[in-house]
């Protein structure tokens, strides 16, 4: 009724209530319980053929959401890589890819939807050449390309070890892609990637 907008659903003996839709100031509240203790909030999807699950709201408010984009791949050893050219980094091992959106064949993650997407990468690095007039590690998008410059020329010796990181919030519509690329400008074709890169990244909004 206007005075009591409430749906509820209860156990089989009409005791106890189960569920409550409530309507409140144009609000749409949910609330479930589990005999005495709070409830947990499940939505799922229904192609047809097959039923998942896709948000739950656990009986602490925490949410998972098991169909959100997210990935962690790993880099494979790349031993002196390419002068004067973007070299795309090889990251083929999936740590894990929630979605099925990165593709460890070509090493890019491809945005299954329009938003705003976290990528973050981590470049290690070994060998790198002080002889080389600047380096940059990168993240290379269809929209835009994020990029981390660096100038090795001050240090008395090339560095055996070096990182490039970078975390970027990537404006992405949908299938465009993105991927980890590394450029050095003239020196020694010496520099390496090692398996302790990687790159991530998720959907953030």
């Not at 005075?3 to 209530?17: A, E, K, L, V």
């Not at 949410?63 to 050893?77: E, H, N, V």
């Not at 973007?86 to 939807?113: K, M, R, W």
């Not at 050449?129 to 090339?158: E, P, R, V």
């Amino acid at each position: 009724t206007s005075n009591d907008p409430t749906i509820t659903m209860t156990d089989s003996s009409g005791t106890n209530d189960i569920v409550t839709l409530q309507s409140t100031s144009g609000a749409l509240i949910v609330t479930a319980r589990d005999g005495n203790a709070n409830g947990e909030i499940i939505f799922k999807g229904d192609t047809g053929s097959a039923v998942t699950e896709h948000m739950r709201i656990n009986n602490a408010g925490i949410i998972t959401k098991p169909k959100q984009p997210a990935f962690l791949a790993r880099g494979t050893t790349q031993n002196n890589m390419a002068v004067g050219s973007d070299v795309t980094i090889v990251l083929s091992t999936e740590v894990f890819d929630q979605n099925a959106d990165y593709d460890n064949g070509t090493y890019t993650f491809t945005a299954p939807i329009t938003g705003r997407y976290q990528l973050n990468m981590n470049l290690y690095l070994t060998n790198v050449d002080t002889a080389a007039n600047f380096c940059y590690g990168a993240i290379k998008t269809s929209n835009q390309f994020y990029y981390n410059l660096f100038d090795l020329g001050g240090l008395s010796a090339d560095p055996v070890y070096w990182s490039v990181t970078m975390s970027v919030l990537a404006d992405m519509d949908a299938n465009d892609t993105a991927k980890v690329v590394f450029y050095q400008a003239n020196g020694t074709q010496q520099t390496d990637s090692t398996t302790h890169s990687h790159f991530s990244g998720f959907l953030a909004c």
